[in-house]
């Protein structure tokens, strides 16, 4: 499975961005926890949020209310659907997947099977 993250660039604080990642190779798209990670030069990598192939979703706490995940399994892609955005923003954004899902395990970096390039995103205050 290939992933490919588009869609970042440096936006101003309170503005909105969508991120798009396409995955290709993968036969049964629906079937797979796709997730969105992000990291900040001299941070860990942290979850933003995933969807799960039942439709389920979950966010970090510092996002909650302003970040939307959704995927069109048609289309094999995640996207991420960033408003109000926030200096404490930027960082890369990376989406990773995995096919199945592991309880309370998904917010794991490690727990994820296949990772695209990431996609910077930079908000200027």
């Known amino acids: 499975v290939q992933l490919q993250a588009s869609g970042g660039g440096l936006v101003q604080a309170g503005d909105s961005l969508r991120l798009s990642c396409q995955a290709s190779g993968a036969s049964t798209f629906s079937r797979y926890t796709m997730a969105w990670f992000r990291q900040s030069p001299g941070e860990e990598r942290e979850l933003v949020a995933y969807s799960s192939q039942f439709r389920y979703a979950q966010y970090a706490d510092s996002v909650k209310g302003r970040f939307t995940i959704s995927r069109d399994n048609a289309k094999n892609t995640l996207y991420l659907q960033m408003n109000s955005l926030k200096p404490e923003d930027t960082a890369v954004y990376s989406c990773?997947?995995?096919?199945?899902?592991?309880?309370?395990?998904?917010?794991?970096?490690?727990?994820?099977?296949?990772w695209g390039l990431g996609t910077l995103v930079t908000v200027s205050s």
């Open positions: 990773a997947a995995r096919l199945s899902f592991l309880v309370g395990r998904m917010t794991q970096s490690n727990s994820y099977d296949y």
